[in-house]
C-alpha cells in the first residue's frame, strides 16, 4: 500500500494565497527560466519546488493582515518556515498563478502523473497513491501536464473525483506550469477509503483552453486516522 500521510493540516477551507509582499526585495515578474525560481514567485508556492539563492518571501493569505505565510529556498527548495495560522487554512493544494490561459491553445493535450518527477502517464486502471492530511480527509496528488510548443505558464483546472458512486464538487484551481507540467496538486476525495481493500476511483480533469482528460484508477484504503 503506497500511502502518504502529509504533516500539513489541509481543509476543505484552506486560504488561497494573494498578492504577496516580499522580504527578498521587488517581486520579479518570474523566474530566468520556466522551472526554477530564482526570485519571489506571483502566488504561494508548493513545498519542495525548486528555487535558488537566499530567498524569503511572504503571502498575505485572505484570512486578513498578520496571517502571512512565510516561505524561504532552503537546500534548492521552497520551505514554509512560518505559519500565519490562518483560522481553517493550510498549505495550497495547487502552486497558485495569476493570469490562467484564457484562449484554445491549438494542438495542446494534457495528460496527468503521479506525483513525483519523471513519472510516467497515468493508465486507465493504474493503483495510484493516495493521500491524507492531518485533519482528516484522503486526498488524490497528481501531476498535470501540458503538451504544446509553447506550453502556458499559467492554466485553469477543474477537477471532478469519483469514489465507487460518490461524486466530489468540482474543483477549480488556476496552477502555475513550470516547463509545462505541474507540482503537486491535490484534490479532496468525496468520501474516506477507510477499509482495507481496493476502490474505484474515477478522475475527470479539464484544462480550460486544452482539454479534458477521463481516468478509471484505483487506490489502496485504510489509511483512515479517526
Known amino acids: ?39 519571489c514567485p506571483g502566488d504561494a508556492p508548493v513545498w519542495g519546488g525548486p528555487c535558488e539563492g537566499a530567498l524569503t518571501c511572504s503571502f498575505q493569505t485572505q484570512c486578513g493582515p498578520g496571517t502571512e505565510d512565510v516561505y524561504e529556498c532552503v537546500a534548492g527548495e521552497w520551505t514554509l518556515t512560518m505559519p500565519g495560522f490562518c483560522a481553517g487554512g493550510g498549505p495550497p493544494l495547487a502552486e497558485g498563478c ?3 490561459l484564457s484562449t484554445e491553445l ?15 502517464a497515468i493508465a486507465g486502471g493504474e493503483l495510484v497513491e493516495v493521500a491524507y492530511g492531518a485533519q482528516g480527509f484522503a ?41 509545462g507540467s505541474s507540482l503537486r496538486i491535490q484534490d479532496i476525495l468525496p468520501e474516506l477509503p477507510c ?19 477521463t481516468r478509471d484508477v484505483r487506490i489502496m484504503g485504510g489509511g483512515c486516522t479517526g
Open 1 to 39: 500500500m503506497r500511502t502518504t500521510l502529509l504533516l500539513a493540516l489541509v481543509s476543505l477551507t484552506a486560504c488561497d494565497a494573494s498578492a504577496p509582499a516580499s522580504d527578498a526585495g521587488p517581486i520579479d515578474a518570474g523566474p530566468i527560466d520556466c522551472n526554477l525560481d530564482v526570485a
Open 98 to 100: 495569476f493570469g490562467p
Open 106 to 120: 491549438p494542438g495542446a493535450s494534457v495528460w496527468i502523473s503521479e506525483d513525483r518527477a519523471g513519472a510516467p
Open 139 to 179: 486526498m488524490l496528488p497528481l501531476r498535470v501536464h501540458v503538451d504544446a510548443e509553447t506550453p502556458p505558464p499559467c492554466v485553469r483546472i477543474t477537477t471532478t473525483l469519483g469514489l465507487e458512486g460518490m461524486t466530489s464538487a468540482p474543483a477549480t484551481h488556476d496552477v502555475r506550469l513550470r516547463c
Open 195 to 213: 477499509e482495507e481493500r481496493e476502490y474505484a476511483v474515477t478522475v475527470d480533469l479539464e484544462v480550460e483552453g486544452v482539454g479534458t482528460i
